[in-house]
């Protein structure tokens, strides 16, 4: 897999996303991956973002899922837009103890300016801890480069899961 470069960083006058810039000190600075087919991040909790002992919060949990399915329309579909409606189904808890959690998201469904994308979080052991389903409303290319979408692109060097795991781990 290959990381996906981040087009907004040292681009974007006023991004301090909570979900993918490394630089908000309150963030979660989420990294993402390409693997072919999904859009990949192994990430690893701050227990700041606890609800109960050592329980992830589910809105982190839902804030999360939605960043990484939002990815899949930065990179795959090459554009930027907006979530209109997410479904979260919580299965499992998120212990904020553990090494790292996997997260991934795949698309399912593009009509016109709709996508329709499948997240999950999975925890060390591979077992489905929550998934969603977020749809989201996709700005024509004109609108999304007004908003300051720079395309998505990949880095060149191929990374193993194992060592995107370990470069969390070591945060």
């Not at 899949?72 to 837009?81: D, E, I, R």
Request: charged content about 20%.
């Amino acid at each position: 897999m290959k990381p996906i470069i981040n087009p907004w960083i040292g681009n974007t006058k006023g991004y301090n996303c909570f979900g993918c810039n490394p630089n908000n000190p309150l963030g979660v600075h989420m990294h993402f991956y390409w693997d072919g087919e999904h859009v990949i991040s192994p990430w690893k909790a701050n227990p700041n973002f606890v609800s109960w002992v050592d329980t992830l919060h589910g809105g982190i949990q839902a804030t999360l899922l939605d960043e990484i399915c939002g990815w899949v329309v930065f990179y795959q579909l090459q554009t930027a837009g907006v979530t209109a409606k997410m479904e979260m189904r919580y299965r499992k808890n998120v212990n904020t103890t553990w090494p790292y959690i996997l997260l991934t998201a795949k698309l399912m469904e593009q009509k016109r300016n709709i996508a329709v994308v499948h997240g999950e979080i999975r925890n060390p052991d591979g077992e489905l801890c929550a998934e969603c389903s977020c749809t989201y409303f996709l700005y024509p290319a004109e609108k999304a480069i007004e908003m300051g979408y720079e395309y998505a692109r990949l880095g060149e060097e191929e990374v193993t899961l194992e060592e995107a795991i370990e470069h969390v781990r070591g945060q």
